[in-house]
């Protein structure tokens, strides 16, 4: 599948090499990489075991409901649509010496952690979508749409970094929030129908 044109033209030179600096060169690497900090996941877990454990009905229902809506995103992100969109990611096309598709310089951040998986969808826009999605409908404040700023912000790091194109994201956000929806009524019926009183 070959770059779209204007939003992988345009928007991509504009997000990746129209926007460097230094302070981003040294914050994005670890901003996209927060799921891999131990840490922040061992948060997430013992606050996911502290729900189930202590939690009512619904509350366990709706922690399943994250995990299994990020979960199925990343499965059909990296299992089914990569196997089917063959696209190489712009960072691919410079390690390999290759231009990229677009025709123009990609600027890579840190070139030695490309990944070595297909370009299209971005999984990190997906499952982060697909969490947001979720939470999105968990929360009944004003700033609730507040959620969809970490998708946002982790979806331009992967352009600026370079190892994405923007519909690569914007394919991911989609993917997500598709996902999670369908999740999300399914448990909504579930709930309905089986934990509240009737």
């Not at 997906?126 to 749409?145: E, F």
Request: aromatic fraction near 10%; charge should be positive; glycine fraction near 8%.
């Amino acid at each position: 599948m070959p770059p779209l044109p204007i939003l992988d033209d345009r928007w991509f030179r504009c997000l990746n090499a129209g926007a460097t600096n230094r302070v981003l060169d040294a914050l994005f690497p670890m901003i996209t990489s927060l799921h891999q900090q131990t840490w922040l996941m061992a948060t997430a877990a013992l606050a996911a075991v502290a729900a189930l454990w202590r939690g009512g009905r619904g509350a366990r229902l709706w922690v399943v409901t994250l995990l299994l809506s990020v979960a199925l995103s990343d499965v059909t992100c990296s299992r089914i649509v990569k196997g089917l969109v063959h696209r190489q990611r712009p960072c691919q096309a410079v390690a390999r010496g290759t231009p990229a598709p677009t025709g123009f310089a990609v600027r890579v951040v840190n070139p030695e952690r490309c990944p070595g998986s297909g370009s299209f969808p971005s999984n990190h826009a997906s499952n982060t979508m697909a969490g947001a999605t979720v939470a999105w409908y968990l929360t009944r404040r004003r700033w609730r749409w507040m959620w969809f700023l970490l998708p946002l912000v982790i979806g331009y790091t992967r352009i600026y970094l370079g190892y994405h194109y923007p519909s690569d994201v914007v394919g991911g956000w989609i993917l997500g929030g598709a996902v999670s929806t369908v999740v999300i009524l399914v448990a909504s019926r579930w709930m309905r129908d089986r934990v509240l009183p009737r």
